[in-house]
């Protein structure tokens, strides 16, 4: 098992959020995070990055194995699409393999200030550094926002046939169908009973 979470309980902004999340990412397989905006979809994969507190629960996880890509494309604008994937590369110890440019259509645009790119291309690039840092467990939110069809197909494509087949695992959050052939978990099971503090204050 390469992500294992036991009755996890998490609050965000001092508020209850979710409790009793327990769930597997076998190696190798994927999991498609769902529930309605604001359940804690975000909450639950920044909890797992290591990024805040559980409130209480268990995680099994290899911190060093773990990549968690947020809404958010740490995309460099003043660096060209090559400089940022040789960015990511050489913070993780590794070179950029020739083949990422082409999984992520990335080729005609090599030498491409990132600040210039549409926002799918920008969200492509981002998404690359996937393909170059190379960890086993990626915590992806959103992953495929701003990406056409065919670029969903293809980033789909690259979690399955490259990054799962060799053994990773994924827990995506996402409200689209990616086509994956992968279970789904539904965080609206997992929503906290208010406290009796909220509970007073509905009545204000
Ligand atoms: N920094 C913050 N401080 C306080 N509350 C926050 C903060 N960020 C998010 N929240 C609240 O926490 C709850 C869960 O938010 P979260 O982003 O985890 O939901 P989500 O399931 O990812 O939503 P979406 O589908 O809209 O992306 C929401 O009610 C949100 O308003």
Not at 13 to 23: A, D, H, Q, R
Not at 30 to 53: C, D, F, M
Not at 137 to 150: A, I
Request: charged letters at 20%.
């Amino acid at each position: 098992m390469t992500l294992s979470v036991r009755n996890l309980t998490i609050s965000r902004g001092g508020l209850p959020l979710l409790e009793c999340v327990s769930i597997d990412v076998p190696a190798g397989e994927a999991l498609i995070l769902r529930g309605p905006n604001g359940v804690g979809k975000t909450s639950l994969l920044r909890t797992l990055a290591g990024l805040q507190e559980a409130e209480a629960g268990e995680i099994d996880a290899d911190p060093d194995e773990l990549l968690y890509a947020s809404h958010a494309d740490g995309v460099k604008s003043q660096l060209t699409v090559v400089e940022n994937l040789t960015f990511w590369a050489e913070v993780y110890g590794q070179t950029v393999p020739e083949e990422v440019y082409e999984h992520f259509e990335l080729a005609d645009l090599k030498s491409r200030l990132a600040g210039t790119l549409s926002a799918g291309q920008k969200r492509r690039l981002g998404l690359a550094r996937l393909g170059v840092i190379n960890r086993k467990v990626l915590l992806l939110d959103e992953p495929t926002v701003s990406l056409d069809q065919v670029s969903v197909k293809r980033f789909a494509s690259f979690l399955q046939t490259t990054h799962l087949a060799a053994g990773g695992s994924a827990l995506i959050a996402t409200h689209i169908d990616l086509g994956l052939d992968a279970p789904t978990y539904d965080l609206s099971q997992n929503i906290a009973a208010p406290t009796p503090l909220d509970q007073d204050e509905a009545f204000l």
